[in-house]
């Protein structure tokens, strides 16, 4: 078995990532719960996402290397996140993931390591939506 030095480099790096979120996107802006958060030029968003991704996941630290320190709770405190869109967020990673062909345990590390930020995310209670 391979080793790798970060979950980055497993997946593949860049070309990998920047697939990843080309595919996940489109998946957020066809979700009920997501797409009213979300502006309807993605682009911007699908750039940070890149960059922050790839330093999220052991690459190098593009975000921060472009807009400091990445503070991501309160970049999401403007917006109404409940549990149900953490899952939904979180679910449309997991779809992403596999059209991008990670493999499964890959997939698995890299939902799980994901989950701690969505949920630590949620800043509203569940509403009837
Ligand atoms: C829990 C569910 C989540 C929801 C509903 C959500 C929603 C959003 C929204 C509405 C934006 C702002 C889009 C805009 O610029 O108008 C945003 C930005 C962003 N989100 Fe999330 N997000 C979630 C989870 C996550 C997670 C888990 C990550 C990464 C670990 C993440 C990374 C980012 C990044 C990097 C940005 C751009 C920040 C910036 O403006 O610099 N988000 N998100």
């Known amino acids: 078995m391979a080793s790798y030095n970060s979950l980055y480099e497993a997946l593949g790096g860049a ?7 080309t595919r996940f996107y489109p998946k957020v802006q066809a979700h009920p719960l997501l797409a009213p958060l979300f502006p309807d030029d993605i682009d911007p968003v699908m750039e ?8 999220f996941l052991g690459g190098p ?12 709770r309160a970049r999401h405190l ?4 409940t549990p149900e869109r953490a899952a939904a967020w979180l679910a449309c ?3 992403a993931l596999s059209e991008a062909s990670i493999p499964e345990e890959l997939r698995k590390i890299t939902i799980e390591r994901l989950s701690g930020p969505a949920n630590h995310f949620v800043n509203t209670e569940s509403q009837d939506q």
């Open 15 to 21: 070309d990998v990532i920047r697939d990843v979120v």
């Open 48 to 55: 940070k996402q890149y960059l922050f991704l790839t330093q």
């Open 61 to 72: 630290s593009l975000y921060s290397d472009e807009y400091g320190h990445p503070m991501m």
């Open 78 to 81: 403007p917006f109404p996140i």
């Open 93 to 95: 990673m997991a779809e």
